[in-house]
């Protein structure tokens, strides 16, 4: 079971827990669309997706993910969403877009929302393909960076580009006689500090990889 599958089975079972919200719905015509037009579903995600409560909004969003996964041809409902009237739901596309699309279709998407004419938005593209390390849009950061004038915006290129570059960061600690390390892992950062003072201390090669091993996870 992919990962949109298990959040949705996730929202299923917490159904019975929660106050009656429209995620049944959507659920009903998720399933439904295994074996009928997933419009209903394409349509109601895209509803809670925009305009839902948080649960709502997560949910209709993953289903959007999962059924456009199978059926390429939905694809354009999920890169419309990237001129959204709502930034809200442009920031949601960021934070949402499953990294089991084609590589292609993912920097399309990311690099229209780093166009985008909300602060915010840029923010959380840039910060989203930071944490997923999708090198392939540094030359777009970079880019960016050249004629960006958001102060918001400029200090999240100034700390992601780097890290994506090389794929670590070597700081001085606050405790004397160490220095911090972190990496990315594909799922995000993670950092430690290590006893030395040498950033080319085979203790610092060694802190990265496991970093690395013991942060990173499947693609989402």
């Keep these: ?7 949705i089975a996730a929202h299923k079972e917490s159904l019975s ?6 995620r049944g719905e959507l659920i009903a015509r998720w399933e439904r669309s295994r074996t009928g037009s997933p419009e209903p579903a394409v349509n109601t ?14 949910l209709g969003y993953y289903v959007l993910m999962d059924l456009a996964l199978d059926m390429p041809s939905l694809r354009a409902h999920v890169s419309q969403l ?5 930034a809200s739901v442009r920031r949601g596309l960021a934070f949402h877009l ?12 990311y690099a229209t ?17 930071g944490m997923i390390c999708f090198k392939a849009l540094l030359p777009e950061l970079r880019t960016l960076r050249a004629t960006e004038r958001n102060s918001k915006v400029i200090q999240q290129l100034d700390y992601w580009i780097p890290l994506l570059e090389i794929g ?5 600690s606050p405790t004397p006689g160490m220095l911090e390390v972190t990496a990315l892992t594909g799922n995000g950062i993670a950092s430690r500090c290590v006893e030395t003072t040498d950033p080319h201390d085979p203790q610092i090669l060694a ?7 013991f942060h990173g996870g499947p693609n989402i």
């Design 1 to 7: 079971m992919r990962w949109t599958q298990q959040v």
């Design 17 to 22: 827990r929660r106050r009656p919200d429209r």
């Design 45 to 58: 995600a895209l509803e809670l997706a925009a305009d839902g409560n948080a649960n709502e909004s997560e």
């Design 82 to 86: 990237a001129h959204h009237r709502s």
């Design 98 to 109: 499953s990294r089991s699309f084609p590589a292609e279709f993912q920097n399309e998407v």
């Design 113 to 129: 929302l780093l166009r985008d004419k909300a602060a915010s938005v840029r923010v959380q593209t840039i910060t989203r393909i």
């Design 168 to 172: 670590y960061r070597i700081v001085s």
């Design 207 to 213: 802190a990265i990889e496991e970093l690395k091993t």
